[in-house]
């Protein structure tokens, strides 16, 4: 299937700004092509991620300011490509260029995702303001950049929202806020050439509850059908989110980001929408038996991830 933000627009995109780069893009390698279309170079050492809908381009700066941030205190966090003016426009699009670290062994694993959380939660606050956390803003962005959506599941998503919001804004008052990841599963985790566990894509980082980044993997566990994640995690971080009188609302408000995250690229994948109209049905129907499908799997199957 086309679209804008298909395959192969995202394709010819990368090969514009490893063009302006003047870097060869022979061996581009296809990681991801999720929220974000991420290629790896390898000869060239970068990898270059493009953001897939316009309404979150915004991110695309954000991200960047904030990798700047992290080089400067020495976070455990992946870092920039140096010497490229960063975010990188492609027409319409942004772009980020990072550093390539090659996928090794062992894998990272939750429990090495719950220390690498300790410490990014203790880290502070950039000096440049971020954005409070709100899922429900970013539902509503992606709604509105979808290709694809009938107007019977457009309002559905559209009436989940207005029920949330109240609700999130009551938890967000409630409750301590911290840096947080926001998307904080083991897909988001590298091991750099020294051995450090290091954090990347941080689209959705932001100033929020902290128990955000505890809920991924514990909803990915329920969804996805995997065991064992979600007592790693919490063992090792030292908090069972699941305990949280406010977990109803994190795993719900995680629910809509895991389903209006295809939104944009229904246009572009069959497979998304099969895949979308499944989880879909699962929510209006109040059934937590059906096992969701990573979008990652449908759309690049040689790189499984736990990703939404």
């Known amino acids: 299937m086309s679209g804008r933000f298909s395959?192969?627009?995202?394709?010819?995109?990368?090969?514009?700004?490893?063009?302006?780069?003047?870097?060869?893009?022979?061996?581009?390698?296809?990681?991801?092509?999720?929220?974000?279309?991420?290629?790896?170079?390898?000869?060239?050492?970068?990898?270059?991620?493009?953001?897939?809908?316009?309404?979150?381009?915004?991110?695309?700066?954000?991200?960047?300011?904030?990798?700047?941030?992290?080089?400067?205190?020495?976070?455990?966090?992946?870092?920039?490509?140096?010497?490229?003016?960063?975010p990188v426009e492609v027409g319409t699009l942004a772009a980020s260029v990072w550093q390539y670290i090659p996928t090794g062994s062992p894998t990272p694993t939750v429990?090495?995702?719950?220390?690498?959380?300790?410490?990014?939660?203790?880290?502070?606050?950039?000096?440049?303001?971020?954005?409070?956390?709100?899922?429900?803003?970013?539902?509503?962005?992606?709604?509105?950049?979808?290709?694809?959506?009938?107007?019977?599941?457009?309002?559905?998503l559209m009436r989940w929202c207005d029920r949330l919001e109240p609700q999130l804004v009551a938890l967000n008052q409630h409750t301590e806020q911290r840096l947080i990841h926001g998307d904080a599963h083991v897909s988001n985790l590298l091991k750099d050439p020294s051995g450090r566990t290091v954090m990347c894509d941080f689209d959705a980082t932001c100033v929020g509850p902290w128990q955000v980044d505890l809920t991924a993997v514990a909803v990915g566990e329920r969804r996805f059908g995997r065991t064992g994640a979600h007592e790693g995690l919490a063992s090792a971080y030292g908090h069972d989110v699941t305990s949280?009188?406010?977990?109803?609302?994190?795993?719900?408000?995680?629910?809509?980001?895991?389903?209006?995250?295809?939104?944009?690229?229904?246009?572009?994948?069959?497979?998304?929408?099969?895949?979308?109209?499944?989880?879909?049905?699962?929510?209006?129907?109040?059934?937590?038996?059906?096992?969701?499908?990573?979008?990652?799997?449908?759309t690049t199957p040689a790189k499984k991830a736990m990703t939404p």
């Open 111 to 156: 429990e090495e995702l719950g220390l690498a959380l300790r410490k990014f939660h203790s880290l502070g606050l950039p000096p440049s303001p971020l954005p409070a956390w709100d899922p429900v803003a970013d539902a509503r962005r992606r709604l509105a950049d979808a290709d694809g959506l009938g107007e019977t599941d457009r309002n559905f």
């Open 7 to 86: 395959e192969q627009a995202m394709t010819e995109a990368m090969r514009e700004v490893a063009a302006s780069l003047g870097v060869s893009s022979e061996d581009a390698q296809l990681l991801r092509l999720t929220n974000n279309a991420v290629f790896a170079l390898p000869r060239s050492g970068i990898v270059i991620r493009i953001a897939r809908t316009h309404g979150l381009r915004d991110r695309v700066a954000k991200v960047v300011r904030l990798a700047h941030w992290f080089a400067d205190i020495d976070a455990p966090t992946i870092r920039l490509a140096p010497g490229v003016e960063q």
């Open 244 to 298: 949280d009188p406010g977990w109803p609302l994190l795993r719900e408000a995680r629910e809509l980001k895991m389903i209006v995250a295809a939104v944009p690229h229904l246009a572009a994948s069959k497979q998304v929408t099969t895949e979308f109209d499944r989880r879909l049905r699962s929510v209006r129907d109040d059934d937590h038996g059906t096992r969701w499908t990573p979008f990652a799997d449908l």
